[in-house]
């Protein structure tokens, strides 16, 4: 046995071993925990738990580092796009050029979803949340290719992959057309990934449409961003519900679902939200600020904190830059992203976040650019959902090939009646009558 943590519970020291990462993070493994002493660990939120050993993604929350597959988020955001990002996460190395184009000829031969699957969009009132029709309509796909539903079975699991990567796009604008009124739009594959959902969004049978380099080039920085962050809310779900051996248009439903919630991929579209209440209630920065600080309040400041970056979120300096250049691109002043500004250095300088270490997360400024290309914010965590897709689908892969695996059932530490036994209810009624 290598290096070990000695623990004595009361009968005499035993020893765990201690298990260190490839960038030196160390984990003392408790799997035989409970067959050697009985006891179990708690640990609420896994705040000190890691579920699994993963090789695709390392966050350092101290540092504000974030690699997929040991490449520096800056250098993808940099040099590489959405599709070839994905490719990485995916298969664990960056694409050959030959690689590449069949990766990209695959995503664009399978970009339409089954004619049939239009009609779903008819039962939707046009209120319908588009993440409650993307994880219904990811969780339906499965119905047309039952081929995947057992992934013990699925003969191709990369044409499943490819097949979800690409038409995540078509039923990601279809809400958006159905929210509008406006009639679907086909994709045209001689457009780019991200080229393709932008003209499925926003172009009309009615005239030609032409994709903005500027945006597509955003857009594409910004699902980079999004692509994975090792082990959050989402992902853990998607490899819990994975583990049970459940297929992968499932346990990607379930991943969008997880990431709805406002304090995970929801917080893009609270920060819109908040930034509009600031903005029409005419309410000064400062008395913003003040409140949030008030916890009689309730109020946090959506955007800001992180349960790993205890420094800042490397992916929000990186879209804070990009949100400057594409509303200057398009001519647009947005005084929401000037209260977004005050707000931060507001926050910075506020000795009650800078004790919590709270900095802008990924959430932060996104919406600002989503609003600025005319999607509208409910639509922004469907956006993160786009983005988070390969990420998801890494790690499910990842789960799924470790022999290792087991299916995903924590234990827990039982607070509630001891040992009492049935009472008729005529006599429980006594009872209480006397
Ligand atoms: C994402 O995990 C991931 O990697 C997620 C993600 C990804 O890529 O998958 O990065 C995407 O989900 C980003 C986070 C988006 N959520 C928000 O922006 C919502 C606002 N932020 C928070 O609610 C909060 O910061 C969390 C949920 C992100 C983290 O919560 P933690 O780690 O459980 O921290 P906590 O709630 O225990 O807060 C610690 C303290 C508390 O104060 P005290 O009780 O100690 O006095 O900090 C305070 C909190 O009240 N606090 C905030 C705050 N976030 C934490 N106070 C005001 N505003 C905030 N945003």
């Not at 009361?10 to 003392?28: D, F, H, K, M, Q």
């Not at 993808?76 to 796009?81: F, I, P, Q, R």
């Not at 594959?189 to 903005?212: H, I, K, R, T, W």
């Amino acid at each position: 046995m290598g290096e070990t943590a000695v623990l004595d519970l009361g009968n005499g020291p035993i020893r765990l071993p201690i298990i260190t990462g490839t960038e030196s993070e160390r984990a003392v493994d408790v799997r035989n925990l409970r067959s050697q002493t009985g006891f179990v660990t708690l640990d609420p939120a896994y705040v000190n738990t890691a579920s699994t050993e993963s090789s695709i993604t390392f966050i350092d929350g101290e540092k504000g580092i974030l690699r997929y597959r040991g490449y520096p988020i800056e250098e993808l955001a940099e040099n590489s796009t959405f599709v070839e990002t994905a490719y990485l996460l995916i298969h664990g190395e960056l694409p050959t050029a030959q690689q590449l184009q069949d990766f990209r000829h695959t995503l664009s031969r399978h970009s339409m979803i089954h004619e049939d699957m239009k009609h779903f969009f008819d039962g939707f009132p046009v209120t319908a949340h588009p993440m409650a029709i993307l994880c219904a309509m990811i969780a339906t796909l499965s119905s047309f290719y039952p081929e995947a539903i057992d992934p013990t079975k699925d003969e191709d699991t990369q044409l499943t992959v490819c097949r979800l990567l690409s038409k995540v796009r078509a039923l990601a604008a279809y809400a958006y057309k159905k929210s509008i009124g406006q009639p679907f739009m086909y994709p045209r594959n001689e457009l780019s990934y991200c080229g393709n959902f932008l003209q499925m969004m926003f172009a009309v049978p009615a005239e030609p449409y032409v994709v903005d380099p500027v945006v597509e080039k955003a857009l594409n920085l910004l699902l980079i961003l999004h692509a994975d962050h090792e082990q959050n809310c989402s992902t853990s779900t998607v490899r819990l519900v994975g583990s049970a051996q459940t297929n992968l248009f499932a346990s990607l439903a379930a991943g969008i679902c997880a990431l709805w919630g406002s304090l995970h991929g929801g917080a893009n579209q609270a920060v819109l939200h908040q930034l509009h209440y600031i903005h029409d209630q005419k309410i000064d920065v400062k008395k913003f600020i003040s409140m949030v600080k008030d916890k009689n309040s309730n109020v946090r400041l959506m955007g800001f904190g992180h349960r790993v970056y205890k420094n800042f979120d490397p992916r929000a300096k990186l879209i804070k830059r990009s949100c400057d250049e594409l509303l200057d691109h398009l001519g647009i002043r947005d005084p929401l992203l000037e209260i977004a500004k005050s707000l931060e250095e507001a926050a910075l300088a506020d000795q009650f976040f800078v004790d919590r270490k709270l900095y802008p997360n990924v959430d932060f400024y996104s919406g600002i650019m989503y609003r600025a290309m005319g999607i509208p914010t409910n639509m922004f965590t469907v956006m993160f959902a786009i983005g988070r897709l390969p990420g998801w689908i890494a790690h499910w892969l990842e789960m799924k090939n470790d022999p290792e695996t087991r299916i995903g059932r924590p234990r827990q530490i039982y607070t509630g009646a001891n040992l009492r036994h049935y009472v008729p209810v005529r006599e429980r009624t006594a009872a209480l009558q006397h």
